[in-house]
T-cell receptor, first 115, second 114 residues
């Protein structure tokens, strides 16, 4: 069965430091996609970054990068040079590409950036 | 501007009443989804639709109903059978099909049962 695990319910990080948010996943499908979303206090869900299971390189989008370790089934999000506006909930999500269009989400990590 | 709209933003209902949450998208996406989020929790899938006139139950479909008569619209009805309906409801859409694609989300509706 598919499963996403985020073990850090909350994190506090000093502004301008880099932060790593952990995500592990479980699937028996060799073809899958991994996503990270940000949810500010307003409630909207903002797509940040995507990694395909066959992608050779780790995905990067601006200050966001995904540390993809396939053998460990790990897809950690790295935010470089954190800003106060990065304070939010962050969700890791996964979709098995050979199944339907469902995406499953982890329980999230609440990130607090300290000035 | 392309996007997803949900209305209303805040909704109050009396216990025992049905209520319908609106979700409209102009992204020409085939797939649409409804999620429920409780305080401090992740998203749980209620229903999803991969194509017009077709939809499937998600993980917590009991007490909810949907319709997909038009590609752009995927309304969710919270029925009186839903035992604890107070929550934040998010609608999303994606291109669909066997293509890797992210979901785009609406701003959400906060439902409170009085």
């Amino acid at each position: 069965a598919q499963k996403i695990t985020q073990t850090q319910p909350g994190m506090f990080v000093q502004e301008k430091e880099a932060v790593t948010l952990d995500c592990t996943y479980d699937t028996s499908d060799p073809s899958y996609g991994l996503f990270w979303y940000k949810q500010p206090s307003s409630g909207e869900m903002i797509f940040l970054i995507y990694q395909g299971s066959y992608d050779q390189q780790n995905a990067t989008e601006g200050r966001y990068s995904l540390n993809f370790q396939k053998a460990r089934k790990s897809a950690n999000l790295v935010i470089s040079a954190s800003q106060l506006g990065d304070s939010a909930m962050y969700f890791c999500a996964m979709r098995d590409l050979n199944r339907d269009d469902k995406i499953i989400f982890g329980k999230g990590t609440r990130l607090h950036i300290l000035p | 501007d392309g996007g997803i709209t949900q209305s209303p933003k805040y909704l109050f209902r009396k216990e025992g009443q049905n209520v319908t949450l609106s979700c409209e998208q102009n992204l020409n996406h085939d797939a649409m989804y409804w999620y429920r989020q409780d305080p401090g929790q992740g998203l749980r899938l209620i229903y999803y639709s991969q194509i017009v006139n077709d939809f499937q139950k998600g993980d917590i479909a009991e007490g909810y109903s949907v319709s997909r008569e038009k590609k752009e619209s995927f309304p969710l009805t919270v029925t009186s059978a839903q035992k604890n309906p107070t929550a934040f409801y998010l609608c999303a859409s994606s291109i669909g099909g066997h293509v890797v694609n992210e979901q785009f989300f609406g701003p959400g509706t906060r439902l409170t049962v009085l």
